[in-house]
């Protein structure tokens, strides 16, 4: 299944990531390059085989719900880009 | 003290023979000097790491010391570091200062450790040369043509180049072992779990270990002791019995068999690096192992799974870098959606950003039973490969890459070439099993070649032990780039 410039702009959309136009032409190229090598696993019947989603069968593990770090934000937020009143400042997002 | 093991530098330091301030001295003045020619450090803090040297030096003089108090040792720059700038090998973090340490800091620093640098990588733990890092291209010390490997690439180079005695890394796809292979040092990615990931930047989630690079296997065994063990702060972090990797180290390796997959052994590998490989599987021989034939057929797979499996669990690590809580933002923009988009294009790097969008593309809407579901029963079948292996032998072993190094600037342009150097590595990680790579040989143009050994799980003092017995028969281990005595 061949990738368009299409699909680079709504993935990179997604991903939040700007792409530019000029750059679009050449994401696509090394992106189709990339699903080249991993079409070959679809040739693959994997039919009845469970998915694997990680490395050990863990279960999460539980604990009581109890306070257990310190309020640091004020340490957190010295490496912020832009704080006001203990608050992180964005752009205005809703008028 | 140049050529000194943690062992022997140890023993040194407990007899007061030698300081931390002497010793960490020492190596910080390489670091600054010869360093600077395989840019294998981001950051270097001479005062900080001599304030640490002098605190373990009243500990040993106090006779509180252990193995590792008042050894310097290099990080990889994807640890937290409290007070020490983290980067990640990226821009988007250049200037973000570790507000906390990670586990594996927190471990050494208890020891009474040094940090004596944080080492070059490639951006955000992705890539198989060193040379997607922000800060530049990381040099082999046994030829600066050549990439060290990656993405743990700073921290081989500084190991080998005699930076620091040992060296700490983190492996996905093999980002330990392949740069311990192409500069000719000792690593291992011990079993999935087994060190907490806690304050070491997520790549992808699933696969991420930390391990230990060093010169000799009895030096990863006294890291892996300070490295490995319970920490509720990583819910993949295993509860086990504390371990002593030193354990095994003397055992004869009599009787042990070892398994040869003969798709280890097939086109992909280079003439010179399978002739290293099979010399070290002779010398084994020698030592009394048995060697049998085992087969992975579905190891082929391993590097599409990976480049499905990997993406897919970046694309949601690496969502949490939008220019608000730390990091990166864009200087202008017009809106919040904008400014997202903007800090992100500009803080990562092409690499990052490829991932991020093929992980982005195989979890979205219409894709994700065609990719991401499908990639994960194949990761089932490749693990399955290697537990019906194990019932045939104790160890596997093969190479740790297809070729030596390859030169900076070859395979940058082509991902697929560049990512295909991982073949030998990717399937241990899809499995989790423990995975190490020890210096055999070299190949034809004087580049050190790597025999990788893959242990079932939670055997790495079996794997320890064997290449211990190894290194006390050969002497691959000790040889040393040339060059690189004076400062």
Redesign the interface.
Known sequence: MALTLDDVNRIAHLARIEVEPHEAEQVLLQLSGIFGLIEEMRAVNTDGVEPMAHAQDLTLRLRADEVADTDQHRLFQTIAPQVENDLYLVPKVIE | MLNFTIKQLAVELAARRLSSVEVTGFFIKRIKGLGKVFNAFISVDEERSLSAARAADVLLRQGKGCTLTGIPFAHKDIFCAQGWRTTCGSKMLS???A?YDAHVIERFNTAGAVIAGKTNMDEFAMGSSNETSYFGPVRNPWNTAAVPGGSSGGSAAAVAARLVPAATGTDTGGSIRQPAALTGVCGIKPT??VVSRYGMIAFAS??DQAGPFARTAEDLALMLNTMAGFD?RD??S?ERKTEDYTRDLSKPVRGLRIGLPSEFFADGVASDVARAVDAAITEFRKLGCETVEVRLP?MK?S???Y??LAPAEA?SNL?RY????????APE??????????S??QG?GAEV??R???G??VL?HGYYD??Y?????????I?QDFTDAFTKCDVIMGPTSPSTAFNIGEKAG???QM?LSDIYTIAV????LPGMSIPAGFGDTNLPVGLQLIGNYFDEARMLNLAHQYQQATDWHVRMPEGLEEP
């Open positions: 200037n973000f200062v507000p999935y779990g699933s696969l509720a819910s993949t295993l579905n797979l590097v599409p799974v480049y499905v694309s969502s939008d220019g608000v809580r730390y990091g990166h933002r923009y017009v809106d919040l959606v904008d400014m997202y988009k903007k992100r294009a990562f950003k490829r991020i969008l093929i982005t593309y979205s065609a990719y579901i499908k990639a994960q029963k194949l990761r089932r079948l693990a082509d991902p697929v990512y990680n899809l499995a989790g």
